[in-house]
DNA sequence: AATTACTTAACACGAAAATGTGATACCAAA
DNA sequence: TTTGGTATCACATTTTCGTGTTAAGTAATT
């Protein structure tokens, strides 16, 4: 079994130190450097190149562990890296899953654990608590249900609808549904009503559920 | 401990019966119902209301697992499914989870793990596992690559297309700034040059990367 | 047969957006 | 110091958009 190396960027000093001996203590895991800020992790994170990179959220000075993560991904898209935070919002969860980070577990997360998700990021998992899981799910739930107005438009209107949507002039959508501008500002009107807006903009957000 | 009632709905006869065994003969679980096809899936969980539904992709009929659930899901929102199938490809992955799946976890799953994966998403979770998470994470990851022309803006015109993505007029944005009409017109006309478009629509498509 | 909903179309008015050009001021880098 | 980028404001003109009103043909429903 290979040695999977580690580095872990964190502020708090004793948690440092403990996840720095539990990983140093286990067989197969190597820690290889430990930071307590992000400017100095950026910084010498090329040089060590871990294969595995822990995260935490909040971090002294400018930059945060996102930043951190966003960063050094877009050097190293090979190196993996994993959120260990208390936060659970919506929006921490995905700006670090969009940041580039495969994995997000929690601190209360038992040593044992954090060794398999180490183990399971490296090998090309993405380890994250059910409760993270959830949330991660439900922006997929969430973004799967339309608009329900939307139901209300005839399917023309959904046509023009999504011309519109395309940034087609209403000369444009008149020539490309072989119809006249003045049906397609028919239509337009139609729409706006069901929509209940009053812009083109305003129903194309409503479209796309925003 | 209360007991999780499961209904299972698996056209293959030996799974489904090793499934109901397993759940069955585990303190704690009791298997409700199982069924081997869509139809009488739909029909028949409405009157027994399981907490959990243990899907399988194919179905024999015209209704597959992802249909199945959405049905289900929209009329009981509190029942929780959990896709069990040997499929690992992104679109069923992402059908399952838009349909209303909480869990989607591989038939390959060990059973240990498969009463852990329903006992998890009965308590609001989402157990998957870690390869299926991956290729959750993976979509984040893609959505988040922003337009590089985006890069050309100033602060300041990222601003105005933020603005003028929520809809707002060009008073309005002056009078949320703290600028002039003319301003606004200005760096309007600077962000449509530096994203090649010609109307507010395509730049706002442009921001959202479409 | 009557009703309703959808699609098509035209005209007119005012508001808003887009185009084109010119100009001033600040700041930082060369 | 000059240059370049950014932010600011102004004026004139044209085009597009949003709204109100009216109306005819079609298809489905009652």
């Keep these: 079994m290979d040695i999977i190396s580690v580095a872990i960027v964190e502020d708090n000093h004793d948690i440092r130190t403990a996840m720095e001996l539990l990983i140093n203590g286990s067989d197969g895991y190597a820690c290889v450097g430990t930071f307590n800020n992000g400017e100095t992790a950026v910084e010498q994170i090329p040089n060590l190149l871990p294969n595995v990179a822990l995260m935490d959220f909040n971090l002294p000075g400018g ?8 960063r050094l991904k ?14 659970e919002d919506d929006d921490k969860i995905f ?18 654990e954090l060794l398999e998700a180490i183990r399971d990021v490296h090998e090309g998992g993405s380890p994250m608590s059910s409760q993270i899981a959830r949330r991660v799910v439900a922006y997929f739930q969430k973004q799967a249900k339309p608009n329900p107005a939307l139901e209300a438009l005839t399917s023309r209107e959904k046509e023009i609808l999504d ?17 006249s501008i003045e049906t397609v500002r028919r239509h337009v009107h139609n729409i706006y009503e069901k929509l209940h807006v009053r812009s083109r903009t305003d129903a194309v ?6």
Tied chains: 1, 2.
């Excluded at 930059?63 to 966003?70: D, F, K, S």
């Excluded at 877009?74 to 936060?87: I, N, R, S």
């Excluded at 980070?101 to 044992?112: F, M, N, V």
């Design 63 to 70: 930059m945060n562990g996102i930043e951190c993560i966003a």
């Design 74 to 87: 877009a050097e190293h898209p090979d190196m993996q890296f994993m959120m260990l935070t208390v936060y």
């Design 95 to 112: 700006q670090a899953l969009e940041a580039g980070a495969s994995g997000y577990i929690l601190k209360k997360t038992s040593p044992g």
């Design 163 to 179: 011309q519109l949507s395309k940034g087609f002039l209403y000369k444009e959508i008149a020539s490309n549904l072989y119809i």
């Design 205 to 210: 957000n409503k479209y796309y559920n925003r």
